[in-house]
């Protein structure tokens, strides 16, 4: 019987196809190795933990970074928690609850004046107080307020602290008022509705907006006194600048991204708003967004009266506050090295 012919291959093609072969699975081979040496951490997105002290547009820029896909794009695994209490939000943070927060300045500033230096202001989203003061329509004066019962979030809070400046400078203190706190904006609306106080603090489309709707008034507009204020800032502990600063940066990276959106995607902004809020009335959004864009920090930078104001009021109680400077409370590494490698004016050439 006569075998089929087997065409042979040329020796010199056999070598090259046995030096291509070998190549390939050397690749793979370290490929394999590499994949298998790797940290695990290096897959995996950096976590952090945010707090916020309310649900209003100046402490919004978490919703905002997480529908822009701000957050996955600087590979941040970001969970937030909302605890309606800046002296809450503190003990939260020290801790070690929080990696970051964006709340008031006045509890940070009490807390390092009693020589606890933890927790330190990286950035601002707010410098000056947008608060006012709803009242049932006989309250038609801030003098009227004496006397009556006045709706607050906390002591210490923001609302406190705007309480306090606006009662002095119509010749009157807290003692005149019957001060009551309810917890939070959304709880202050209530109150007011519900006729257990004849006027509130309110800021935002969770307040002051939903109020004159229900036919409410302006006993003050708090816009109009610019009050300065560390409002919304962005708080973290000095361990971690230390130990996680190119975590730290990323996130205030998205943040200040998400403070610029408001400015350049109206739209966006009032999406995150009505749903984040369960409002869906367009001009409440209109009210509460045209009230709070005016004085949101596109930087995110530290005006100095607005720190200064929560130190002189702040020693008015505690002398200790008198011996602190502003580079004691504020770290402005993060917002020092975006400055120098020209992410601010990126951000600007985009609007």
């Keep these: ?16 196809y046995s030096r291509l072969t070998s190549k390939v699975l050397c690749c793979a081979l370290l490929q ?35 529908e822009a896909g701000l957050f996955k794009k600087y590979d941040l695994d970001f969970q937030l928690v909302y605890i309606p209490s800046a002296s809450m939000v503190n003990a939260a943070m020290l801790s070690g609850s929080g990696d970051v927060a964006i709340t008031g300045g006045e509890s940070v500033v009490r ?27 006989e309250i038609k004066r801030p003098e009227d307020l004496k006397g009556k019962r006045l709706g ?18 119509f010749g009157m ?27 509130a603090t309110m800021t935002g489309p969770s307040g002051g907006s939903r109020a004159i709707a229900q036919g409410f008034r302006y006993a003050v507009y708090g816009p109009d006194l610019r009050i300065p204020f560390a409002a919304a800032t ?44 369960r409002i869906s009335d367009r001009k409440v959004l209109d009210a509460a967004y045209d009230e709070e864009i005016k004085v949101m920090e596109p930087r995110m930078q530290f005006r100095t009266e607005s720190l200064q104001a929560i130190l002189d009021e702040t020693a008015k109680t505690d002398a200790r506050a008198k011996k602190l400077k502003l580079q004691d409370l504020v770290d402005q590494s993060i917002l020092d090295k975006l400055e120098k490698s020209g992410f601010f004016e990126t951000l600007r050439a985009a609007r």
């Design 1 to 16: 019987m006569t075998l089929p012919r087997v065409a042979s291959v040329p020796c010199a093609n056999l070598r090259i």
């Design 32 to 66: 394999v190795i590499f994949f298998l040496f790797l940290p695990w951490q290096a897959f995996a997105a950096d976590k952090l933990l945010g707090i916020h002290s309310a649900r209003t547009m100046s402490q919004s820029m978490p919703w905002i970074a997480e």
């Design 111 to 137: 807390t390092t004046t009693q020589g606890v230096n933890e927790l330190v202001f990286i950035a601002a989203a707010k410098n000056s107080l947008t608060h006012s003061i709803l009242s049932r329509p």
């Design 152 to 169: 607050l979030t906390r002591l210490g809070s923001n609302s406190h602290y705007f309480v306090i400046q606006v009662l002095r400078r």
């Design 173 to 199: 203190e807290a003692s005149d008022l019957n001060i009551l706190q309810t917890g939070g904006q959304v709880e202050n609306l209530s109150a007011l509705l519900s006729g257990n106080v004849d006027a």
């Design 234 to 277: 962005l708080v973290t502990r000095r361990a971690l600048i230390r130990t996680r600063a190119p975590v730290i940066e990323k996130f205030t990276r998205a943040m200040i991204e998400a403070v610029n959106l408001m400015f350049t995607d109206k739209a966006l902004t009032y999406k995150v708003l009505a749903k984040q809020l």
